[in-house]
């Protein structure tokens, strides 16, 4: 089974729908870690309750990104994290985390993307009055929700739709979609295909 690494600053409620898709055997891995740069947020006390260790960092006690990335590095190395998995983390990946688990990093948006990328997406729907919004899973690169697009599923604004309703539905999608992608993922590598007997 893999070792992932879950990455998060907030609430953390995909944190929690993928700790139980795990603990279901929905998704064939282990969470190794939690990294929260936010001490107060309330994902740290989910973690707790699964059992599951955290590292919980402030960015301003380093001197830079690449500096407490490191140390992220080697935490996530001496546990044999082969994933991240980024779920509401609201920093860029720098240079040192992309080229440790380059094509191995993912991310999960609460719109269509390209459409309303990084901060409040979903009042940025709202705003523009879209007619669509909905759910983005994408591999992560340098840029602000910029890296190719694993998986959507959109939903429609009605006409009365509020920020609370909208949101309710994004992330009923989110908790769902989520877990399934990542099962995808992280068992793809596993399936053996026999050439001669094309069997798997
Ligand atoms: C989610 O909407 C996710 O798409 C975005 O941040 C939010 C995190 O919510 N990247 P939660 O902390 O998992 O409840």
């Avoid at 044999?80 to 991310?107: C, D, H, S």
């Amino acid at each position: 089974m893999k070792n992932i690494a879950i990455f998060a600053s907030g609430s953390g409620s995909n944190f929690q729908a993928i700790s139980e898709a795990v603990q279901a055997g929905h998704i064939e891995a282990n969470i190794s870690l939690l990294v929260c740069d936010q001490p107060g947020a309330y994902v740290i006390e989910r973690a707790r309750t699964a059992k599951i260790p955290s590292f919980v960092f402030r960015a301003k006690d380093y001197q830079n990104k690449e500096d407490y990335e490191k140390e992220i590095a080697l935490l996530l190395r001496n546990r044999n994290v082969e994933w991240i998995v980024l779920a509401g983390y609201m920093r860029l990946i720098g240079p040192t985390l992309l080229k440790q688990y380059e094509g191995r990093i993912v991310n999960i948006h609460p719109s269509l993307l390209p459409n309303f990328p990084g901060k409040d997406a979903i009042g940025q729907a709202l705003a523009a009055g879209a007619q669509w919004t909905g759910v983005t899973i994408h591999y992560v690169d340098a840029g602000m929700d910029t890296g190719p697009i694993i998986a959507q599923e959109r939903t429609r604004l009605e006409a009365n739709e509020t920020r609370e309703s909208l949101q309710q539905k994004i992330q009923a999608i989110e908790h769902k979609l989520y877990p399934s992608i990542l099962q995808m993922l992280l068992t793809i590598g596993d399936v053996k295909h026999d050439e001669k007997t094309r069997a798997y």
